[in-house]
């Protein structure tokens, strides 16, 4: 990418090489962001990951902790800022992006009218409905709404028993980048009695397969939550080509006990 133009222009070709890059299934590794602190988050978008995904479904993240933390990954100056969304849900879609969200990821999606309708909500007319105003994401986009249409990604997130179903319907869905695999509630939907139900390994296994299968049929990105960089690097050689690792609120716990352990003596 050049280095010239002014600071839009620069951040736009950023954004917009991001999303060539998902969409061609090149590999891409993200990072998940749990906690609302700016000062660590910044530090994390420094790391090199393509991407820091902000949980606004599960994580303690109110709308002004998303933007604090959209300012620390701008500020980090390595990464970009997605965000799985709480639910597939205009107002929710369009304020992650409006604060400068590069994509959005997209829960419980369960039909292909469902990612219709997520695609409809992160889009400008006439590819969708979603209103005008970008806000921060103006400093990145610019005012064409074409622009952000063309460099705004949208995942669907396939974790239920009804998604799975659907996937191959889902995955060709026009508009739709790429399919993210749940595997705490793949699990549970597969028919684990705990998100982490090891009777049901191979079952779980089988949806995966299908789910990714469903990705490359139609040359979209295949995208996984994983629990660590060696799972990551595990499910990108089984053809994955997006994942995220773990999250800081996970990382902080394991780091701290392990620190803990090493004090007390103990293995």
């Not at 590794?29 to 609302?36: A, L, Q």
């Not at 105003?133 to 986009?141: A, D, E, F, H, W």
């Not at 660590?228 to 780091?255: C, N, P, W």
Request: charged share 20%; glycine share 12%.
């Amino acid at each position: 990418m050049s280095g010239g133009g002014t600071a839009v222009e620069r951040s736009r070709e950023r954004v917009l090489d991001y999303a060539r890059r998902l969409r061609s299934r090149e590999t891409i590794v993200g990072y998940w962001v749990i906690i609302d602190s700016p000062v660590s988050t910044e530090r994390l978008a420094r790391l090199g990951y393509d991407y820091v995904c902000f949980d606004a479904q599960h994580g303690l993240l109110d709308y002004k902790g998303l933007l604090s933390g959209m300012q620390a990954v701008d500020a980090g100056g390595e990464s970009l800022g997605m965000v799985r969304v709480g639910a597939n849900d205009p107002f929710l879609i369009g304020q992650a992006l409006d604060a400068g969200a590069a994509g959005v990821i997209v829960p419980l999606v369960n039909t292909a009218e469902d990612a219709a309708r997520a695609v409809s909500f992160a889009k400008y007319g006439p590819e969708g409905i979603r209103s005008y105003g970008p806000m921060r994401s103006q400093l990145r986009i610019g005012p064409n709404p074409a622009d952000s249409n063309a460099a705004t990604v949208v995942l669907a997130m396939i974790e239920t028993p009804q998604g799975l179903e659907n996937v191959e319907a889902i995955a060709a869905t026009p508009g739709i980048d790429g399919l993210y695999i749940g595997p705490s509630d793949l699990r549970l939907a597969v028919g684990g009695a705990t998100s982490t139900d090891p009777a049901v390994d191979d079952v779980f296994e089988a949806a995966v397969a299908r789910i990714l299968k469903a990705a490359e049929d139609a040359g979209i990105a295949a995208g996984f939550h994983t629990p660590s960089g060696e799972v990551a690097s595990k499910r990108l050689g089984q053809g994955f080509t997006l994942v995220t690792v773990s999250s800081d609120l996970i990382h902080l716990e394991q780091a701290a006990t392990a620190h803990l352990r090493a004090a007390r003596g103990e293995s």
